[in-house]
């Protein structure tokens, strides 16, 4: 069933030779962070050898940098098909991304309008929108249905108002998988005139984005999540991020993506991203041809990229599948989020479970002494743990597989637990 064959992905992580527990490590905890391929470390040790400069000189090693920067910018436009690479801005995380530019949006509002928010969303895109209720502006919460952990539509579209001027979502709940109808809830927005921010962290490892074709207005990912370096991306429509006014200093440019990127960012990271986004490429060049029909009207880069995240989702759903089957299996486990098979679409290969008698940290730290990582906790997606009762009592465990993991691994992980009843 497996589109990519694993030995020649895995053998460009050099992490997963990593041993613990006397045993070639396992890598669950891809949702907190992915590994990354040996040619992302290579591009920022070169970029700190051979290019290291700030932005703007004269001399060779600030434009080759600045190159590097160009090029990083164009490669996540790529990624995402957003219009132009000037819709592509850097920073140092999402979550620092999202304060900055609701910060901007927030000096556009009034008392009185309104922002929606969800309780599957993590606090990165719950915080910096409950931060506007200083100015007056009323934050209003979309439920979801515990039973399944997908977000309540209905809920949504009730919420909705004349007033309502921004909605802010997750593509893919961080906590329990669950992916949203990103479109259908553009169409919402947008017809009360709102704009649509879109938090792509968890998704953007498991399937394809194309940012025109969701019809959002802003969207943030992170490259760490991704198989590139700890990093932040914001996309913006051109002329809304044109129109924002941003918190900036005054020799910075005027025009996205500049007044956007304060000070000097971190070059090397945006070097491991373009090496991130090319690793990708390559793959969807080697292993996604039989995907290329979904993508018409696509060439190049971009295709072989929504290529590559394609084969990704073909290989990950089946090994999910068999995870979760195992995992239904265990006395005593209780499961959230989506269990169909048939409704796999809807969700990513991020596993959310709790073990009758053991707490979360205690299973945790069980797989750790075998040599599976995984975590517990709330993962800042509080509002999840909470809405399900489970906050209380330390949250769930998340176990999260990524294109280089096997079904060796996940059996491995399933006997571990085994042990446990």
């Given at each position: 069933?497996?589109?990519?064959?694993?030995?020649?992905v895995?053998?460009?992580?050099?992490?997963?030779?990593?041993?613990?527990?006397?045993?070639?490590?396992?890598?669950?905890?891809?949702?907190?962070?992915?590994?990354?391929?040996?040619?992302?470390i290579?591009a920022?040790?070169?970029?700190?050898?051979?290019?290291?400069?700030?932005?703007?000189?004269?001399?060779?090693?600030?434009?080759?940098?600045?190159?590097?920067?160009?090029?990083?910018?164009?490669?996540?436009?790529?990624?995402?098909?957003?219009?132009?690479?000037?819709?592509?801005?850097?920073?140092?995380?999402?979550?620092?991304?999202?304060?900055?530019?609701?910060?901007?949006?927030?000096?556009?509002?009034?008392?009185?309008?309104?922002?929606?928010?969800?309780?599957?969303?993590?606090?990165?895109?719950?915080?910096?929108?409950?931060?506007?209720?200083?100015?007056?502006?009323?934050?209003?919460?979309?439920?979801?249905?515990?039973?399944?952990?997908?977000?309540?539509?209905?809920?949504?579209?009730?919420?909705?108002s004349s007033?309502?001027?921004?909605?802010?979502?997750?593509?893919?709940?961080?906590?329990?998988?669950?992916?949203?109808?990103?479109?259908?809830?553009?169409?919402?927005?947008h017809?009360?005139?709102?704009?649509?921010?879109?938090?792509?962290?968890?998704?953007?490892?498991?399937?394809?984005?194309?940012?025109?074709?969701?019809?959002?207005?802003?969207?943030?990912?992170?490259?760490?999540?991704?198989?590139?370096?700890?990093?932040?991306?914001?996309?913006?429509?051109?002329?809304?991020?044109?129109?924002?006014?941003?918190?900036?200093?005054?020799?910075?440019g005027?025009?996205?993506?500049?007044?956007?990127?304060?000070?000097?960012?971190?070059?090397?990271?945006?070097a491991?991203?373009?090496?991130?986004?090319?690793?990708?490429?390559?793959?969807?060049?080697?292993?996604?041809?039989?995907?290329?029909?979904?993508?018409?009207?696509?060439?190049?880069?971009?295709?072989?990229?929504?290529?590559?995240?394609?084969?990704?989702?073909?290989?990950?759903?089946?090994?999910?599948?068999?995870?979760?089957?195992?995992?239904?299996?265990?006395?005593?486990?209780?499961?959230?989020?989506?269990?169909?098979?048939?409704?796999?679409?809807?969700?990513?290969?991020?596993?959310?479970?709790?073990?009758?008698?053991?707490?979360?940290?205690?299973?945790?730290?069980?797989?750790?002494?075998?040599?599976?990582?995984?975590?517990?906790?709330?993962?800042?997606?509080?509002?999840?743990?909470?809405?399900?009762?489970?906050?209380?009592?330390?949250?769930?465990?998340?176990?999260?597989?990524?294109?280089?993991?096997?079904?060796?691994?996940?059996?491995?992980?399933?006997?571990?637990?085994r042990?446990?009843?």
């Amino acid at each position: 069933m497996s589109v990519l064959d694993l030995s020649p992905v895995r053998s460009q992580f050099p992490a997963l030779v990593l041993e613990d527990a006397g045993r070639p490590a396992i890598f669950f905890d891809g949702p907190g962070g992915t590994q990354v391929p040996q040619c992302v470390i290579d591009a920022m040790s070169h970029y700190l050898a051979r290019t290291n400069a700030n932005h703007g000189g004269a001399f060779r090693t600030s434009r080759e940098s600045d190159a590097i920067l160009k090029a990083a910018h164009e490669a996540m436009a790529d990624f995402l098909n957003a219009a132009s690479a000037d819709e592509i801005v850097f920073g140092p995380n999402m979550t620092s991304l999202t304060f900055a530019l609701s910060r901007a949006i927030g000096r556009e509002l009034r008392a009185g309008d309104e922002i929606l928010i969800t309780r599957l969303d993590h606090d990165a895109n719950r915080a910096p929108w409950l931060a506007l209720t200083e100015r007056g502006v009323v934050v209003k919460e979309v439920d979801f249905d515990p039973a399944d952990c997908t977000l309540r539509l209905d809920d949504l579209a009730g919420q909705l108002s004349s007033r309502t001027r921004l909605v802010a979502v997750g593509y893919a709940s961080n906590a329990v998988g669950t992916v949203n109808p990103i479109a259908e809830i553009a169409e919402l927005a947008h017809h009360v005139g709102a704009w649509l921010w879109v938090d792509a962290v968890h998704y953007a490892p498991h399937g394809p984005i194309d940012v025109q074709a969701l019809d959002c207005d802003f969207l943030v990912c992170s490259p760490y999540k991704f198989f590139g370096p700890h990093s932040g991306v914001l996309w913006g429509r051109y002329a809304l991020l044109e129109q924002l006014r941003a918190y900036k200093v005054r020799p910075a440019g005027d025009l996205p993506p500049d007044k956007f990127e304060t000070g000097t960012q971190c070059h090397e990271a945006q070097a491991g991203v373009l090496a991130a986004i090319e690793y990708l490429a390559e793959l969807g060049e080697e292993f996604g041809a039989p995907f290329a029909g979904r993508f018409p009207g696509f060439t190049g880069r971009r295709l072989a990229l929504k290529q590559a995240m394609a084969a990704i989702q073909a290989y990950e759903r089946p090994l999910f599948e068999h995870f979760v089957a195992g995992l239904l299996a265990i006395p005593g486990l209780s499961f959230y989020g989506i269990r169909d098979f048939a409704r796999f679409d809807r969700r990513t290969p991020t596993a959310a479970f709790r073990l009758a008698g053991h707490s979360p940290q205690e299973v945790a730290e069980h797989l750790a002494q075998r040599g599976v990582y995984v975590w517990s906790g709330n993962f800042y997606a509080l509002a999840v743990t909470e809405r399900l009762g489970l906050e209380a009592t330390g949250g769930v465990v998340r176990a999260g597989l990524a294109h280089y993991n096997t079904r060796e691994e996940v059996d491995y992980c399933l006997a571990c637990l085994r042990e446990m009843v």
